[in-house]
């Protein structure tokens, strides 16, 4: 049977590879082809063990993959053969030449561009689907249009707006799907094939169609204010420490205004993740390039907070342990940079276990799905860590447990045996605020919460 449509995907990362499954999901009459330029990624996504983990994302991608939904490094075959075309590759922050360590570098995403222009003979839309400085469809769309062949390309700007650990989830029933498109008779026409594939299964009045350059810009702007957010409450949860306030209440009393609103407002060791410091860094570029210093300083407070609560936190483990940490063991509950993710980019676990480890603290780190990407995050520098799968043998013999991702699973734990396993005086850090601090003090342990009093037997 011939596919209704064919899609390609260029990118099979943690955006490409969730966004293409719940298509072919979602569209069975679809062809859907995700290619990549990394063989060992490719084989995992067509193997048991898919390369990262999401909740709900097994069972989709096993339903439809061989049926509608092909995992292939074949990348010129896909781009002659498809006429629809995301583009899903990584953009990180530039750590080279002008705009080192602010601007995205876009080589990746040029490499794609001219691949695509190398290898098509008929016309195709071509969706921008990674996240990328303002304008960047303009650069694409001038590479693809130097061409002598004449082959006619739409470029629409498509930015996601999933978040790991509930990225099935958002792509089931996203906010809002936001499509750009230049403001022309062809543009509106590409963008309506586009809209044709979400309005599968996303109702329509939740389709928002823009102009590119607004599009590009809604997805900084989106992650900065989300990341904004995070940072404010991490200001507010250091005052609340000085003055015996208490983050969780404060932010409850803030968050029932409906303005306001109570989601994202949990204090926290600091923001991490691919993208929240890419996207600002990036964000803060623009403003200085067309000379708006005053907004870019605006913005980089949002960065420059966060770091400053990931310092804050190792600080107060050290003032809390007698100032010193040399010797000491200490287990990090969790090394993922959110719960329900194997991902540890940009963690703020990387930061505190470097740091700890200037202090000459010996580190035990546990984690349900993120040890072995923290095992390459710490490479060469690991030779007084252990990486261990069960959290009580991983707190057998250490002074301090510092909690650093949110999972479920160390909520439940039984905290009086872990008390019992440990040195004695005991201490917690709970990064994320998860744990019943008050039974924690009545076993014996003294307790370090993010923003509100500590709980101490001195
Ligand atoms: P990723 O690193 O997980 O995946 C990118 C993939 O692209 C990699 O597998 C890489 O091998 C591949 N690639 C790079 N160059 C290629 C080329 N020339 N040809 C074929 N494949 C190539 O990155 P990601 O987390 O999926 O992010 C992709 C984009 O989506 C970024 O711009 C990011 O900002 C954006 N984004 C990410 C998230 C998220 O939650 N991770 C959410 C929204 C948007
Ligand atoms: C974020 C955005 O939420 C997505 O909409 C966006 O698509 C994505 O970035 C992206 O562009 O990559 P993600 O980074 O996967 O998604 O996860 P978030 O849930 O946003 O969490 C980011 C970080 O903020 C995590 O470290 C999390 O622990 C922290 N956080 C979040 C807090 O410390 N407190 C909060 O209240 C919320």
């Not at 990341?227 to 609340?240: F, G, P």
């Not at 005053?294 to 960065?303: L, P, R, S, T």
Request: neutral net charge; aromatic residues 10%; charged residues 25%.
């Amino acid at each position: 049977m011939t596919p209704e449509k064919k899609i390609l995907c260029i990118g099979a990362g943690y955006v490409g590879g969730p966004t293409m499954a719940v298509i072919a999901h979602k569209c069975p009459d679809y062809q859907v082809t995700v290619v990549d330029i990394n063989p060992e990624r490719i084989d995992q996504w067509n193997s048991d063990s898919l390369p990262i983990f999401e909740p709900g994302l097994d069972p989709i991608v096993k339903r439809a993959r061989g049926r509608n939904l092909f995992f292939s490094t074949d990348i010129e075959k896909g781009i002659r053969e498809n006429d629809i075309i995301f583009v899903s590759v990584n953009t990180p922050t530039k750590t080279f030449g002008v705009g080192s360590g602010m601007a995205a570098d876009l080589q990746y995403w040029e490499k794609t561009a001219r691949q695509i222009l190398e290898h098509s003979d008929a016309p195709k839309i071509i969706i921008e689907k990674s996240t990328l400085p303002v304008k960047t469809a303009q650069a694409m769309e001038r590479i693809l249009t130097t061409n002598h062949k004449k082959v006619r390309f739409d470029v629409l700007s498509n930015p996601e707006f999933l978040a790991e650990g509930t990225a099935v989830r958002d792509l089931e029933k996203p906010d809002r799907v936001l499509i750009g498109a230049h403001r022309t008779p062809e543009g509106k026409k590409a963008q309506d094939v586009l809209v044709d594939i979400y309005t599968r299964w996303v109702p329509r009045d939740r389709i928002l169609t823009c102009d590119i350059w607004s599009s590009e810009l809604s997805k900084l702007v989106s992650n900065a204010f989300l990341a904004q957010r995070v940072s404010s409450i991490n200001a507010v949860s250091a005052l609340c420490e000085k003055t015996d306030a208490d983050i969780t209440q404060v932010a409850r009393a803030v968050g029932m205004d409906g303005r306001i609103g109570n989601r994202f407002l949990n204090a926290s060791v600091g923001f991490g993740g691919s993208c929240f410091q890419k996207d600002i860094l990036n964000l803060v570029y623009l403003c200085r390039h067309y000379g708006l210093h005053e907004a870019a300083d605006y913005w980089e407070g949002v960065i420059r907070i966060n770091d400053h609560q990931k310092n804050r936190f190792v600080f107060n483990m050290l003032n809390a342990m007698f100032n010193t940490l040399a010797n000491k063991k200490i287990c990090m509950f969790g090394f993922a940079f959110k719960a329900d993710t194997g991902d540890t980019r940009e963690s703020p676990a990387i930061f505190i276990s470097k740091k700890l480890l200037e202090e000459k603290a010996a580190l035990v780190i546990t984690d349900p799905k993120a040890l072995p990407n923290a095992r390459i995050d710490l490479r060469g520098i690991d030779q007084n860590v252990r990486y261990v799968e069960d959290p009580y043998e991983a707190v057998a013999g250490t002074h301090a447990i510092a909690v650093l991702t949110e999972w479920g699973l160390y909520r439940t734990l039984d905290y009086q045996k872990i008390f019992d396993a440990m040195v004695q005086p005991a201490f917690i850090f709970d990064g994320r605020n998860i744990l019943d601090h008050n039974a924690l003090f009545e076993i014996g342990f003294n307790v370090y919460p993010i923003g509100k009093p500590a709980l101490t037997h001195f």
